[in-house]
């Protein structure tokens, strides 16, 4: 990383866990987040696909344009002030089979804020995403991942359960090419795989185009395919009103 850190990247790059280049990764928690999901539970031969920092109006856009037409769901972590700027892509999402969760309100940087403000953000991001879609939101993945001692309970008191990943593909670093991003994937049972289709505020080292990620997406799929790996939603992943279905049991 050159030249001014984005918020939170330093942390990051602290805290992550490397094992060689698979860069299978866990979140900046540490023990206190013993509840927080990293990775699906074994044996289900299944994995999930999650982006964060959206929506967004074009790579959102383009993301659910792949996943629609490879037929494979993906679990969303939405910045509550773009969800309020672009409910339609909030909506469809849901219409289309996706799940969401909560990422905050303004993406801060954890390690930036006085703990009640960021408490605060989490809160109103979480309420931003359910006036806009219409559906409780029970995930919650933080900006940068990071959890600190002091502010995990009140995100557990708030009934937000915090959701990390397995598998960094670290398309969050600026100038990453797809290339990067598919040699960080190597399809694992039980993998939560990070990406990202949302930008950071304009003029941010972060605010980069998402074209790496977006080309990556169908060779990803693919690999998971053919590894015999189902890819789902998170659990607990808000998704649209099941309609009911004949011959389905409830
Ligand atoms: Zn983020």
Request: charged share 20%; aromatic share 4%.
């Amino acid at each position: 990383m050159t030249g001014a850190n984005p918020p939170g990247a330093g942390i990051l790059d602290r805290s992550r866990i490397r094992l060689g280049r698979a860069r299978r990764t866990v979140g900046a928690a540490g023990p206190q987040l013993a509840g927080a999901g990293r990775m699906l539970s074994p044996g289900a031969a299944s994995a999930a696909l999650t982006f964060d920092d959206g929506p967004d109006p074009v790579w959102t856009a383009l993301v659910l344009d792949l996943l629609g037409e490879l037929g494979v769901p993906a679990t969303f972590f939405l910045v509550g002030q773009r969800a309020r700027a672009h409910p339609d892509i909030v909506r469809r999402m849901l219409d289309e089979g996706h799940g969401i969760g909560s990422h905050s309100a303004s993406h801060p940087d954890p390690a930036a804020m006085p703990v009640r403000e960021l408490v605060d953000d989490y809160r109103r991001g979480r309420w931003m995403v359910e006036s806009v879609a219409g559906v409780e939101v029970r995930l919650f993945r933080p900006p940068t991942g990071r959890i600190d001692l002091a502010h995990a309970p009140a995100i557990r008191a708030s009934g937000l359960r915090p959701w990390l990943w397995s598998l960094d593909t670290e398309d969050w670093r600026e100038g990453t090419t797809t290339e990067q991003i598919l040699a960080s994937v190597s399809p694992g049972d039980g993998d939560v795989v990070l990406l990202h289709d949302g930008l950071q505020p304009a003029g941010s080292p972060e605010a980069h185009s998402r074209a790496a990620t977006v080309a990556a997406v169908p060779v990803l799929v693919e690999r998971y395919r053919r590894a015999g790996l189902s890819l789902v939603l998170l659990p607990d992943a808000s998704s649209a009103p099941a309609r009911p279905r004949a011959g389905v049991l409830q």
